[in-house]
């Protein structure tokens, strides 16, 4: 399936984009290294996608809606996953609490597709508009992974 078309909704991008070759790595590395997240990296992509205009608003709503699930929710089941990582007596448990970690997560992006709309385009090329997106997602980083998972997105 090709997630070119800026028509695809949030999860079916995130989706796709995560499944598209080192990007888990890539994703997990500028979360766990550069203390990104990995949610509102995949949004700001799929808003460049669909050439969204850079809103120093919306990221501050985006930001402020992914926080709190964040700490309250999507952490404490990636600390918990984490702690039963490995050990064959807990191999069920584990694989349940990863299902719960997922769920709270695809679940997090239809909040964060639905605070993005409607949204108000630009005249920009994908690219830029994916750029533009990711800076203002991670507040001015500058990490060489973050070009290269434009370049991804953009497609």
């Known amino acids: 399936m090709s997630m070119g078309s800026a ?4 999860s079916d991008y995130a989706g796709w984009l995560y499944a598209r070759p080192g990007m888990q790595q890539l994703l997990l590395g500028l979360q766990d290294e550069a203390g990104q997240d990995v949610l509102l990296l995949l949004t700001a992509c799929w808003l ?9 608003q919306l990221w501050q709503r985006l930001q402020a809606s992914q926080s709190p699930w964040r700490q309250q929710v999507i ?10 990582a490995g050990a064959e007596s807990t191999a069920d448990l584990y694989a349940r609490v990863k ?13 964060l597709e639905r605070l993005c709309l409607p949204l108000d385009s630009s005249t920009e090329a994908t690219l830029a ?10 507040e001015g980083l500058r990490d060489p992974r973050l070009e290269q998972l434009a370049e991804v ?3």
Do not use: S, T
């Open 75 to 84: 952490a404490p089941l990636r600390q918990a996953r984490r702690a039963l």
């Open 7 to 10: 028509m695809a909704g949030l």
């Open 99 to 111: 299902d719960c970690e997922l769920a709270a997560e695809w679940y997090q992006l239809e909040r």
């Open 129 to 138: 508009c994916i750029r533009a997106q990711l800076a203002l997602c991670c």
């Open 48 to 56: 460049g996608q669909r050439r969204a205009v850079a809103d120093p």
């Open 153 to 155: 997105a953009a497609g």
